[in-house]
């Protein structure tokens, strides 16, 4: 075993605890943004609110194109093996990629709000909340781009305040003092995406800083296609993220959408767990795979996934056993969606077991497998949505999400484990008798 690897254990496993206590901060900020929509707005509101954030959210993917992803990749290979030239120039490559997309995306959304609410949504009062929700795309976007490249300089913790939870926690403050209402909360989203995007631009640059070496520009290194490649996971996550409501808000009312959309909330809940130890994880596997250390890999997979599952049991069993009084919690009327949070939270639990398989293909360079077991999940996301929803509503929404994410991370499992030799759930093999020897 190389030297690097016999040292990577105990850092790795304090890594993993402090990424996941950093997105534990979520508890407080993203789900008091959420409890302050749902109590704000009731549960009509909430629902209308919740179709334009998901179109929201949806759409300024297409303005990342995959590339913070694809940053995070580049900078931790470049700086494992000493290219700090090389770094640098991504990160100005994808900066300046980023904004013009977001900016192209901010506009074609806000300029097709109105057909959108009137021929596809079938609600014409959405078309301004939609043209407002456009002004967040940007702020949105360059954020994540400066979050992947402090992810890549193994600035976890920062990199999950500027991605996770600074900007609800900077909503909840303006809701506080301004008060909660449909659409006046777009207008404050758009202002905590852009005051947490400006913050992370402060500790990025502290953080390049601290880079030493080479200052000489240097081309900036390919990052649109492998970000392509990439883009085709986050584009899954999103689109489990927003499709079913927003499928849900064409087949159903604005009460059904509300159910569904606070039960995913919380369901999500689990997801904190999850995306923390992913976060640390896929910088840790670019790196890794730079350095050519395979048992490296292997034990950051095991260690993501053994950490995810353990971690999610109690609250799984929370939202499964008492999902009525957790929806209470977030006022009158949202009880009606236990049935929908119990669904979501199986598919939590899968996702746990599954935590960065799709990841460890992306950073390890099997951008091919990667897009089809994406493309094939996008597949089965639409058809069970178009086929669920209509017949069952809420609870069908909620089943169509469950079976995708077990299809995406079953999937990306199986496909890891044959094409790395990674099998996170078996024990790792003693290191043959050369490598001890070495």
Not at 380 to 386: C, E, G, Q
């Amino acid at each position: 075993m190389s030297l690097h690897g016999a040292r990577a254990l105990p850092p790795l496993t304090r890594g993993l605890l402090v990424s996941v206590g950093a997105r534990a901060l979520d508890l407080p900020c993203r789900y008091g943004f959420h409890l302050l929509i749902a109590a704000g707005l009731g549960v009509v509101d909430a629902g209308r609110f919740y179709i334009v954030f998901s179109a929201m959210v949806a759409l300024a993917g297409l303005g990342r194109l995959g590339l913070d992803r694809a940053l995070t990749r580049q900078v931790a290979a470049a700086r494992a093996t000493g290219r700090p030239a090389e770094l640098r120039a991504a990160i100005r490559s994808a900066f300046r990629q980023i904004f013009i997309a977001s900016a192209l995306v901010a506009l074609l959304m806000a300029a097709l709000a109105h057909p959108i609410a009137l021929t596809i949504l079938g609600k014409p009062d959405l078309a301004l909340p939609l043209a407002l929700g456009a002004l967040s795309i940007p702020p949105q976007n360059l954020g994540a781009a400066v979050a992947g490249a402090l992810a890549g300089l193994q600035r976890i913790a920062q990199s999950q305040m500027i991605y996770s939870w600074l900007w609800p926690a900077l909503f909840c403050l303006s809701a506080l003092v301004c008060g909660t209402g449909f659409p006046d909360v777009l207008w404050q989203i758009a202002g905590s995406f852009t005051v947490a995007a400006l913050i992370g631009g402060l500790l990025l640059r502290h953080g390049l800083g601290t880079v030493f070496g080479d200052e000489r520009r240097v081309p900036p290194p390919p990052l649109l296609r492998p970000g392509l490649s990439l883009f085709t996971l986050e584009l899954t996550q999103l689109m489990i993220a927003s499709a079913p409501a927003l499928i849900l808000g064409m087949a159903a009312d604005n009460r059904e959408v509300g159910l569904f959309s606070l039960s995913w909330r919380i369901a999500l809940l689990i997801n904190i767990v999850t995306s923390g130890v992913t976060g640390m994880a896929a910088p840790k596997f670019a790196e890794l795979n730079a350095l050519g250390d395979r048992d490296g890999l292997g034990r950051t997979a095991r260690q993501a996934i053994r950490l995810s599952v353990g971690l999610s049991l109690l609250p799984a069993i929370a939202m499964i056993s008492v999902p009525g009084p957790l929806l209470s919690l977030f006022g009158a009327g949202y009880e009606g969606g236990a049935a929908t949070l119990r669904i979501l939270a199986l598919g939590q639990i899968v996702a746990a077991c599954t935590t960065s398989m799709p990841d460890l293909l992306g950073m390890t360079g099997h951008t091919r497998a990667l897009r089809r077991i994406n493309g094939f999940s996008l597949i089965v996301l639409l058809a069970l949505t178009a086929l669920l929803t209509p017949v069952f509503g809420a609870p069908g929404a909620a089943a169509a999400t469950a079976l995708t994410i077990a299809v995406n991370g079953g999937a990306a499992l199986a496909m890891a484990s044959r094409l790395t030799g990674i099998r996170p759930w078996r024990a790792a093999p003693p290191p043959p008798s050369k490598e001890i020897m070495s």
